[in-house]
Nanobody
Framework: QVQLVESGGGLVQAGGSLRLSCAAS????????MGWFRQAPGKEREFVAV????????SYADFVKGRFTISRDKAKNTVYLQMNSLKPEDTAVYYC????????????????????WGQGTQVTVSS
């Protein structure tokens, strides 16, 4: 059974930092794409960042560029999201995702591209 388990969420003040981790089990995502989405209360789920397993190319949503960094550790089958300069509008549940579909780069921001989802971890940024 494939599982994506997120950790590292919590409460932080604006301007602070958090590091999210996502450990994958039940499958080695050796050639797949892994990333993060988020969903704030009353809003649709939105793309945050992705890293391609094959070549480590990354892509970010405009609203996190320069503040968030995605990385992955192949040996640990884990993906990370380092979040700096957090803002209250970053408050959301953050979901780890993985895609085995070898999707086109242009589709990596779509929820339909991802066939595995974690349960989510809450990030709350206070002003």
């Amino acid at each position: 059974q494939v599982q994506l388990v997120e950790s590292g969420g919590g409460l932080v003040q604006a301007g602070g930092s958090l590091r999210l981790s996502c450990a994958a089990s039940g499958r080695t995502f050796s050639s797949d794409d892994m990333g993060w989405f988020r969903q704030a209360p009353g809003k649709e789920r939105e793309f945050v960042a992705v890293v391609r397993w094959s070549n480590l190319v990354t892509s970010y949503a405009d609203f996190v560029k320069g503040r968030f960094t995605i990385s992955r550790d192949k040996a640990k089958n884990t993906v990370y999201l380092q979040m700096n300069s957090l803002k209250p509008e970053d408050t959301a549940v953050y979901y780890c995702v993985a895609s085995t579909l070898d999707a086109d780069f242009g589709t990596l921001a779509l929820t339909s591209t991802y066939d595995y989802w974690g349960q989510g971890t809450q990030v709350t940024v206070s002003s």
